[in-house]
Structure formats: structure tokens, C-alpha cells
């Protein structure tokens, strides 16, 4: 395997430099293209030896450079916040959407032959059958669902025509090291976690009844390295998740336990385009990519307080 160059679209940022230690402990080389807007080059120093290159992943000349000599694409440059899309739809397709576009062109012409792509529960939308298999109706709530469901759409178009072999992956809700709390709607963990590290009571949006499946970042990356690695699995697309139902009010017990402090917080209304509830079926992933999370709430938030702990400044990009 050492010989295979496996290229990370941005690869610099959260889960991203999580697939790049994946990738580089099971002998890959790694080169990672990220325009440095969300990720860090200090999110790769755990990932000794990966190739940072610079560059939007809108630019098919630079892509196709990044791509060049590689046997595999993951594809993980996105805008993620569900809030954000709503206020900047457009700008959310054109990174989503036509950044995945842009990157399946690119691996065509260069001659890769793995494309694996990043995508997200959020495109079942609310009120389909839970735990949401894969065959579930897509029924996006938010721009950038819909972003996510037509950049799924081109990914499997690509495979169908024989120009590559796509494999599409679904997140659920990730969490772990290096994701940060200081953007504008920062995810639920980061969020709490800054919180009761600066002594104030953690936000909590809407009823906090509303349920997710919270998967450890560790273990998405390993659900990459999976896929890349996996001789011939069908397109997907697969559930990346936990299996376990859990709502926000739990994980905010399970963040304060961590801490050792009252799961004490103050309310704020929902934000628009928030799931009510979002829960996983993963079998697919484990039948077909002999991928299982094993990290179990407690465990993956102890090690996630204890990163953050770490750090204490905690004002930006860690």
C-alpha cells in the first residue's frame, strides 16, 4: 500500500486531518488540498508526512494537480452549518455542490479510481421512518441537504458511466478533536464545550428533545479508510454513524459529566432548517464496507473534553 498516493480534499480541517491519520497508519501516502478557510495546517501535525497543497477546491486546474498520481480522492471540502445555508444558499451549492462536481472531473481526468464522498443524514429531512435506512426517501429541509443530495446525485452519475468508482458516505452528527467552536453556528459538543471551559452556561436551540446519532470523528475516518480499501463495494449510499439514538438534552448531561458540573443552560428558539429528530440505521456500512463505529457517547466526549482541555486558549482554529 505504500506506493498508493491517496488525495483529501480538505483534508486540513476537522474530519478531514482525522482521515488523514487513518489514511497515513494504513500505509497510504497522503496529500491533502484545503484553501485553509475553515481547516488549519496545525489540524496535519499529527498526520507526519502528509503533502499540504493550497487551494479552492472550485478550481478544477488546481484539483486536477492535487489529484495527479493518486488512486484515490476522499472528498471531504464542504461548508457544513445547516444555519449558514439558509442565510447563504447560493454560496453553499457552489462549495457543496460544484466543488464535488469540480473534484469528480478532476479525479476523472487525472485517472484516479476510488472517489469517496462526504455527505450528511440531513439529506432524509423530517418525518420519514426512523432509524432512517438508506433506502429512505431524501427529502432535504435545508439548502445545504439539497446541495449535499446533487453533489450525491453527480457522484453516483459518475460511477453509473463507468468514469470512476464512487463510494458515497453519510454522516451523521460528528464530533471529536479539532472541531471548532469559535464559527458562527458551531456544532452542538464544540459549543458546549467552550461553554463550561469559559464558566458560562452552554445554548441550547429549541426543546433539546430533538434526537441525533452522534459518531466520533476517529471513527468516520476509519469509515473512509474502509471505503477507499474495500475491493468493489456498490456506490452507496452508507450510513456513517453510531447506531444510537441520543437527544441534545443527553449529550449535554454527557458533556457537564465529563466536566464533573450540573448539566445547568439557558434556551434559545430553533434554528431554521434543524431536524426534530434524526436517528441511524448503519448495517449497510458494516455488511458492505466492514465498517463499524466502536466508540462508544462517553468515551469519544471524555477524549474530546481532554483535547479541548489541552488547549485552554481556545479563541480560534486549535
Known amino acids: 500500500m505504500a506506493d498508493k498516493l491517496c488525495l483529501i480534499t480538505g483534508g486540513a480541517g476537522f474530519i478531514g486531518s482525522h482521515a488523514a491519520e487513518a489514511m497515513l497508519a494504513r500505509g497510504w501516502r497522503v496529500r491533502v488540498l484545503d484553501d485553509l478557510s475553515t481547516g488549519s495546517a496545525a489540524n496535519l501535525a499529527s498526520a507526519a508526512g502528509a503533502e499540504l497543497v493550497r487551494g479552492d477546491v ?21 461548508k457544513t452549518s445547516v444555519p449558514g445555508s439558509v442565510s447563504n444558499p447560493i454560496e453553499y451549492h457552489d462549495v457543496d455542490a460544484t466543488g464535488t462536481l469540480t473534484a469528480l472531473e478532476a479525479a476523472r481526468i487525472e ?31 435545508s439548502p445545504y441537504a439539497a446541495a449535499k443530495l446533487a453533489a450525491e446525485t453527480y457522484c453516483l452519475s459518475f460511477g453509473r458511466s463507468r468514469m470512476l468508482e464512487p463510494v458515497v458516505l453519510r454522516y451523521f452528527n460528528v464530533y471529536g478533536p479539532r472541531q471548532r467552536p469559535d464559527l458562527p453556528y458551531a456544532a452542538a459538543v464544540p459549543a458546549f464545550i467552550k461553554a463550561f471551559m469559559e464558566g458560562r452556561r452552554p445554548v441550547i436551540f429549541g426543546s433539546g428533545l430533538q434526537t441525533r446519532d452522534f459518531v466520533y470523528a476517529g471513527d468516520v475516518a ?6 477507499a480499501e474495500a475491493p468493489a463495494p456498490p456506490p452507496g ?17 454527557a458533556v457537564a459529566a465529563a466536566f464533573g458540573v450540573p448539566a445547568e443552560f439557558d434556551r434559545a428558539p430553533q434554528r431554521p432548517g434543524d431536524l426534530e429528530r434524526s436517528s441511524a440505521d448503519a448495517r449497510l456500512a458494516e455488511r458492505s464496507l466492514g465498517f463499524r463505529a466502536s466508540t462508544g457517547l462517553a468515551e469519544g466526549i471524555s477524549k474530546t473534553v481532554e483535547w479541548f482541555r489541552r488547549r485552554p486558549g481556545l479563541t480560534g482554529r486549535p
Do not use: W
Open 111 to 141: 485517472g484516479v479510481r476510488r472517489f469517496v464522498m462526504s455527505s450528511t443524514c440531513a439529506v432524509y429531512g423530517d418525518g420519514g421512518p426512523q432509524p432512517a435506512g438508506e433506502s429512505a426517501p431524501a427529502a432535504p429541509v
Open 58 to 78: 472550485r478550481d478544477l486546474m488546481k484539483v486536477r494537480a492535487a489529484a495527479r498520481g493518486a488512486s484515490c480522492v476522499l472528498h471531504l471540502a464542504a
Open 222 to 227: 476509519l469509515a473512509n479508510a474502509c471505503a
Open 237 to 253: 449510499p452508507y450510513n456513517i454513524a453510531s447506531g444510537r439514538e441520543c437527544t441534545v438534552l443527553n449529550l449535554l448531561e
